[in-house]
């Protein structure tokens, strides 16, 4: 019999986002939580306490030189992901790290390049690629023709870190890279092309974008459309929704993706709903795939590709134009 796999982890940043890892990592018998880091030590303390990890520190230099531990949860600001990134990688630690992978396209190829060049196993924090029933979802309608998205959240407050352009980017770059990562995971083929219109409607004091609506077109012909924006969640629909068809299929899924609705020859099929996972849905997954030597269950560069669409979605706004993703900027990125 094969002795499980010891993970010796650590989570850097100890907010609201790492506070969900720390939980499901302190209670999964193959993860030693050894140590939790935060440029703010007292947090870092209270996390170690919470959790059970072996230390806190405020230096993350001390997790990076510690040969005990293999393996780390990056749960930081967007703008800070890269350089923790690339250094968490160059100790030869395979890590997770919080989506957006990185705010620009620079910064994103930073990322991948520092995974390519240490070897290290790299994820990405895009967990609705594993919800249930965005999984039965991708079985029910493997070419999707036509989808309809949409992330929309109640208001972000002016002040919230996320609001902030250079730290977060904004709610479209921020969270609205979820349904997009989504529709690009649940579309076989390549994004193409990008038309999108909205701006900024509710943070004048922000120079960011915070509502989008979003029209890709596919290499197959295909199109999306996905709304964003920190406006209000609509009450029927929650605030992640997404419908799919194929001309003889369709399906619905609602209850933030925890439930899907499917009909084939007129005929409906209510799913029982699965309950919401948090942080275990996608940790699991990656946990698994590091264990069994298989790859990365969301790719750095999958993520790249998916921070190239909404930064072209960004640019088709602010110019009024539609943006081929197949030539200039962003068609490196959109090689996955
Ligand atoms: N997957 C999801 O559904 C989901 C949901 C919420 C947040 N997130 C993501 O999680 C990440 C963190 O978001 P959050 O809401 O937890 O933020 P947060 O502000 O609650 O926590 C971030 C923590 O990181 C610390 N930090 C910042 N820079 C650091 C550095 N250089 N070294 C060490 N610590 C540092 C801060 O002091 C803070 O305690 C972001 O990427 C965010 O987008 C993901």
Not at 13 to 23: L, N, P
Not at 177 to 190: G, I, K, N, Q, R
Not at 234 to 250: E, V
């Amino acid at each position: 019999m094969s002795t499980p796999r010891i993970l010796r982890a650590a989570i850097i940043g100890c907010g609201s986002y790492g506070a969900q890892h720390a939980q499901f990592l302190s209670g999964y018998a193959g993860v030693e939580l050894r140590a939790v880091a935060d440029i703010a030590g007292e947090r870092a303390e209270d996390f170690a306490k919470k959790y059970g990890a072996g230390y806190a520190t405020d230096e993350v230099a001390k997790v990076l030189a510690d040969p005990e531990i293999d393996t780390v949860w990056i749960c930081t600001q967007h703008h800070t992901h890269a350089p923790l990134a690339e250094q968490v990688a160059a100790a030869g630690k395979h890590f997770f790290l919080e989506k957006p992978l990185a705010l620009t396209l620079v910064d994103c190829d930073r990322i991948v390049a520092a995974v390519e060049r240490s070897g290290v196993m790299a994820a990405s924090g895009f967990k609705l690629r594993f919800f249930p029933a965005v999984v039965a979802a991708k079985q029910f309608l493997t070419k999707p023709t036509l989808t309809v998205a949409q992330v929309i959240d109640d208001h972000w407050p002016a002040d919230f870190w996320a609001n902030d352009p250079i730290q977060g980017g904004g709610n479209v770059l921020s969270q609205g890279c979820h349904m997009v990562d989504t529709v690009l995971h649940l579309h076989p083929t390549s994004a193409v092309r990008v038309y999108a219109a909205g701006g900024n409607r509710h943070h004048p004091t922000r120079d960011i974008v915070d509502t989008a609506s979003i029209t890709l077109t596919f290499a197959d012909g295909a199109v999306a459309t996905v709304a964003v924006g920190d406006c209000g969640v609509p009450p029927h629909s929650s605030k992640f929704a997404l419908q799919l068809s194929d001309g003889a299929r369709s399906a619905s899924l609602y209850n933030r993706l925890n439930s899907i609705m499917t009909r084939e020859d007129g005929k409906v099929t209510e799913h029982p709903a699965w309950p919401e996972e948090g942080a275990a849905v996608i940790d699991t997954a990656f946990i698994t795939a590091l264990a069994e030597g298989k790859p990365s269950p969301v790719s750095v560069q999958s993520a790249r590709r998916t921070t190239a669409v909404v930064l072209a979605a960004i640019e088709s706004i602010k110019t009024g134009q539609a943006v081929d993703l197949t030539s200039g900027v962003y068609a490196a990125a959109m090689k996955v």
